[in-house]
């Protein structure tokens, strides 16, 4: 398994588009997060509270969530573009071993660089606000869940990627399951519409973000429905990597 570790170690990091899109991940955050704060503490009349300047510093992992989602994708993907696939599964036959590898890889490196990219950005916001009380409990969940956040939706695009195989259909199914739907999902009527919107996908996973105060699941139990869902994704991925042919 050390051997298969290291062979996708190997791909993820000498791959551009991996390189390039990590890169486009964190500056999207640190560029967001630094525009938001300067125009708000331009405009505010008094002094921005500490609550406000750490959602302003990680308002960018909204944006952030469909690149990790895209980088999720061309994880698996781009093989079965190329046909490296093939090439993969004659040196390791067990499909299983070969997408944990994939899973344990990239869920190691997105952890590491996200969480970096939201500790940067939530400490550039702080700079720039400079709120007058802060609590370090709230900034460690903050820069604790912006990681743990992008990884999961990078998660999600390696499942669906290993589901459709297909990189833009992967992709515009992220999009949707991720951006559009949710949205859609909070103008359903009724108590049945407000629980399917709680409990679908990023409107759950993102309270460990940015608690919206409107959602019945607090954080981490937001985040734990959006687990499911990611798990879900990944399961129906494997079932059908073992039975398709590459």
Not at 99 to 128: E, P, R, Y
Not at 144 to 170: D, K, N, S, V
Request: hydrophobic share 50%.
């Amino acid at each position: 398994m050390i051997d298969i570790l290291r062979s996708e170690w190997t791909k993820i990091r000498s791959v551009r588009s991996t390189m390039w899109t990590l890169g486009v991940t964190a500056l999207l955050m640190l560029g967001i997060a630094t525009l938001i704060s300067a125009s708000a503490k331009g405009s505010a009349d008094g002094p921005v509270q500490a609550e406000s300047a750490i959602a302003m510093g990680l308002i960018g992992t909204m944006f952030a969530s469909l690149s990790m989602a895209t980088l999720g994708v061309l994880v698996i993907s781009s093989e079965y573009r190329t046909g490296g696939i093939r090439t993969s599964l004659m040196a390791v036959p067990k499909r299983m071993s070969l997408l944990t590898a994939k899973i344990t890889v990239f869920t190691a490196v997105s952890l590491v660089v996200c969480t970096v990219a939201s500790a940067a950005s939530l400490l550039v916001s702080l700079v720039i606000t400079q709120p007058p009380s802060l609590e370090t409990g709230a900034v460690v969940q903050a820069v604790a869940g912006g990681g743990l956040y992008l990884t999961a939706c990078g998660l999600f695009g390696l499942g669906l990627g290993t589901l459709i195989r297909h990189t833009p259909g992967a992709i515009v199914s992220a999009i949707a399951l991720m951006l559009v739907l949710p949205q859609l999902t909070t103008a359903l009527p009724g108590q049945w519409g407000k629980t399917l919107s709680d409990y679908f996908t990023t409107n759950a996973g993102s309270l460990i973000v940015m608690d919206r105060g409107e959602n019945s699941l607090d954080p981490w139990s937001g985040f734990g429905v959006y687990l499911v869902w990611v798990a879900l994704a990944m399961i129906a991925g494997a079932v059908l990597m073992q039975k398709r042919d590459a």
